[in-house]
């Protein structure tokens, strides 16, 4: 259930750029939370 709720937290943020004009900047976002959030995933003490 943790998983599917930061998947959506993930989701959620990466949605909030989508009116983000320059596309390169948009896709650098998008890409950089969802490492972000995974590295938080993977290194979360418990």
Do not use: Q, Y
């Not at 259930?1 to 959506?8: D, L, N, Q, S, V």
């Amino acid at each position: 259930m943790a998983g599917e709720f930061t998947t959506g937290i993930t989701d959620a943020v990466v949605d909030g750029f989508a009116d983000t004009a320059d596309p390169g900047l948009r896709e650098l976002l998008g890409s950089l939370t969802r490492h972000l959030h995974a590295f938080v995933r993977e290194t979360r003490p418990g």
